[in-house]
């Protein structure tokens, strides 16, 4: 059976890896990033841990799955009547089955001033301005001092604070 599995994240990823174990299964993953994201990590790599730990090449994680194609693009149509969808690259995609597994995006529930004097924590590219903003403040200009105000106390809030008091403490003694 021809499988197509949108979105190359948690549900995506472990729905092909569940479904490649049936060798009549041809399975075609389509995402429009390259690389899985670990985002249960992302806070890790903000305060200086590598990168590595928070996102994995796609055709990493299924090298060995001979039944798993990989595809970089950005679905921009599904017609079930057709069982086609097509991509940003106008490569039209049949498919036998399809999973959607597209994830979410960040909500600021309408608070105004967040997302535009926030830093967000929820991608890599975000990810990569906190880093670069907290190495460039903390490691370079040791601005050890500096009032961060961390908005959410769920587990990524509190493990960002500790993980940033870690930060800081470990430049401040240097
Ligand atoms: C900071 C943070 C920490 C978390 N910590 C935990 C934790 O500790 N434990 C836990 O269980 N959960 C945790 N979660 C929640 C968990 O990560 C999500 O529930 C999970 O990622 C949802 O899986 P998903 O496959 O639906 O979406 P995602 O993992 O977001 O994957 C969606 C994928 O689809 C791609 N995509 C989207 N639209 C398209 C398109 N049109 N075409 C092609 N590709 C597309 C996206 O780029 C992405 O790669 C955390 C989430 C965050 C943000």
């Given at each position: 059976m021809?499988?197509?599995?949108?979105?190359?994240?948690?549900?995506?990823?472990?729905?092909?890896?569940?479904?490649?174990?049936?060798?009549n299964?041809?399975?075609?993953?389509?995402?429009d990033?390259?690389d899985?994201q670990?985002y249960?990590?992302l806070?890790?790599?903000?305060?200086?841990?590598?990168?590595?730990?928070?996102?994995?090449?796609?055709?990493?994680?299924?090298?060995?799955k001979?039944?798993v194609?990989?595809?970089i693009?950005?679905i921009?149509r599904?017609?079930?009547?057709?069982?086609?969808?097509?991509?940003?690259?106008?490569?039209?995609?049949?498919?036998?089955?399809?999973?959607l597994?597209?994830?979410?995006?960040?909500?600021?529930?309408?608070?105004?001033?967040?997302?535009?004097?926030?830093?967000?924590?929820?991608?890599?590219?975000e990810?990569?301005e906190?880093?670069?903003?907290?190495?460039?403040?903390?490691?370079?200009?040791?601005?050890?001092?500096?009032?961060?105000?961390?908005?959410?106390?769920?587990?990524?809030?509190?493990?960002?604070a500790s993980?940033?008091?870690e930060?800081?403490a470990c430049?401040m003694s240097?």
């Amino acid at each position: 059976m021809n499988i197509t599995i949108v979105g190359g994240g948690f549900g995506g990823v472990k729905a092909a890896l569940e479904l490649s174990k049936d060798a009549n299964n041809n399975i075609t993953l389509i995402s429009d990033k390259e690389d899985f994201q670990y985002y249960p990590a992302l806070y890790g790599t903000a305060t200086g841990h590598s990168h590595l730990q928070s996102w994995v090449p796609l055709g990493k994680i299924f090298a060995s799955k001979l039944n798993v194609d990989v595809v970089i693009d950005n679905i921009t149509r599904v017609d079930p009547t057709t069982k086609s969808l097509n991509g940003a690259s106008d490569t039209v995609y049949k498919y036998d089955r399809l999973i959607l597994s597209l994830g979410s995006i960040t909500t600021y529930f309408g608070i105004k001033g967040l997302d535009e004097f926030s830093y967000g924590i929820k991608s890599y590219e975000e990810i990569k301005e906190l880093k670069h903003h907290l190495y460039s403040a903390i490691v370079e200009n040791r601005e050890v001092e500096k009032e961060y105000v961390i908005i959410g106390g769920g587990p990524t809030g509190v493990e960002l604070a500790s993980a940033m008091r870690e930060y800081t403490a470990c430049h401040m003694s240097k």
